[in-house]
């Protein structure tokens, strides 16, 4: 469902010293996060961008994976045409092991009449792994398929993708890992990670002389073994300067995921619950909380510019 799991590296790793990666993090809310998939979005729709998410998936087992994401785009205006740029940071954690992405995103953009536009961008990443086996009881403390202590071990990784985007609709391709690079733990182990490619899209419905809105989504992820599809809804209400949404996803043979959430001050928080339907079953979901904030910074448009500081994030 994401990676190769961990725990079948744990059950195989008498007789493989060598991991394969298969899935990127898997976010429930995947339209508040979309330049974690595809660094051309970056930029793109004129505006100041920043997002965090928190999220424990499979709660209740030792050793769930749990993972925080914070990342920042925005347009760069000095230039012409307008280009984009974007800083990124993740850390995941499943049991014993742990995996760092620091990212630098870079887009270019072209206008596409009045108010679209198409982007193309690319992403270098510092990629880290480790492995901690310090909280682990082993049967054999001297397995030599395991480490004694911490190791980890980086490479450098990139990322591509093409984006258009209108403000009533937007869809993107983008690939990640395209290096498909291998890291080295220590002397024994390595860790190959996949190339992983996606396809996202989705438009914003207005219900006329109503509050609401609708902006139906989907997200197609392979590494051209296997897949993994999501569809999902949000119904918007927009009232005295508020919004707030509730929303549903599904992705066939594995999840149903459930969204509420709303814009106060400049501010949108949210919440996922993601709902399995295969495999571990419904009781041990996971939880998925994003906060994300956006500002005008066209420093160049006329009259005056105002916007929240970002110091209030």
């Not at 976010?27 to 424990?56: I, M, Q, R």
């Not at 982007?119 to 004694?148: H, K, R, W, Y």
């Not at 897949?227 to 043979?253: H, T």
């Not at 959430?261 to 399995?276: D, E, K, R, V, W």
Request: glycine share 10%; aromatic share 14%; hydrophobic share 40%.
């Amino acid at each position: 469902m994401r990676r190769k799991l961990w725990i079948v590296l744990l059950l195989f790793a008498t007789f493989f010293n060598t991991a394969k990666g298969q899935w990127d993090v898997q976010f429930s809310d995947y339209t508040a996060l979309k330049s974690f998939y595809n660094p051309a979005v970056s930029g793109t729709d004129g505006l100041l961008n920043v997002a965090a998410t928190y999220s424990l998936q499979m709660l209740g087992y030792q050793g769930a994976p749990a993972t925080m994401y914070v990342g920042a785009d925005c347009p760069i205006y000095f230039l012409n045409p307008r280009h984009g740029a974007g800083l990124s940071f993740m850390n995941d954690r499943i049991g014993m092991f742990s995996t760092t992405k620091i990212g630098v995103q870079y887009a270019h953009n072209i206008k596409m009449g009045k108010k679209a536009r198409l982007a193309i961008g690319i992403q270098g990443a510092l990629l880290t792994e480790s492995i901690d086996p310090s909280d682990v009881n082993l049967l054999d403390e001297n397995d030599p398929a395991f480490p004694s202590s911490k190791v980890n071990g980086s490479h450098f990784d990139m990322g591509a993708g093409i984006y258009y985007y209108h403000p009533k609709y937007f869809i993107g391709f983008s690939g990640q890992h395209l290096l498909a690079p291998t890291l080295m733990l220590g002397e024994k182990n390595e860790v190959s990670i996949e190339r992983v490619y996606y396809l996202m899209g989705g438009c914003n419905i207005k219900i006329k002389n109503t509050l609401f809105s609708l902006t139906p989504s989907f997200l197609v992820q392979t590494d051209l073994q296997s897949w993994r599809e999501d569809i999902q809804c949000k119904i918007f209400m927009d009232y005295d300067g508020k919004r707030l949404y509730a929303g549903v996803g599904y992705s066939p043979n594995i999840s149903t995921t459930f969204m509420v959430g709303g814009t106060f001050h400049g501010i949108t928080a949210g919440y996922s619950y993601q709902l399995y339907t295969s495999g571990i079953g419904s009781i041990n979901g996971s939880h998925e909380i994003v906060v994300s904030y956006q500002t005008d910074l066209d420093l160049f448009k006329k009259g005056r510019n105002k916007h929240k500081s970002v110091r209030w994030l």
